[in-house]
């Protein structure tokens, strides 16, 4: 499920105009790695909501500037599966 999950952020980020080249599970979200903005961040996260249907409230939402692609995929993946459960 992890790499659905990836394979879906990464494509939503290349409809968004990202270069995604390189971009891996240690990369950041935010200014130090993939470098998306507070707005490109926030329409991100509400892509992967929209399509996963699970919601992070506005404090996880924020923190996800300093979280990976990897963290992301593990937090929506860590929501799937709880919700399943």
Do not use: H, W
Request: one cysteine or more; charged letters at 30%.
């Amino acid at each position: 499920m992890t790499n659905e999950i990836r394979q879906f952020v990464l494509d939503s980020l290349s409809e968004m105009k990202y270069d995604v080249t390189g971009i891996d599970d240690d990369t950041t979200l935010g200014p130090a790695g993939a470098d998306l903005e507070s707005l490109a961040l926030a329409e991100l996260t509400v892509r992967v909501e929209e399509r996963y249907g699970v919601r992070f409230d506005d404090d996880e939402a924020e923190a996800l500037a300093t979280s990976t692609v990897g963290e992301l995929c593990a937090a929506v993946a860590a929501r799937l599966e709880t919700a399943t459960a």
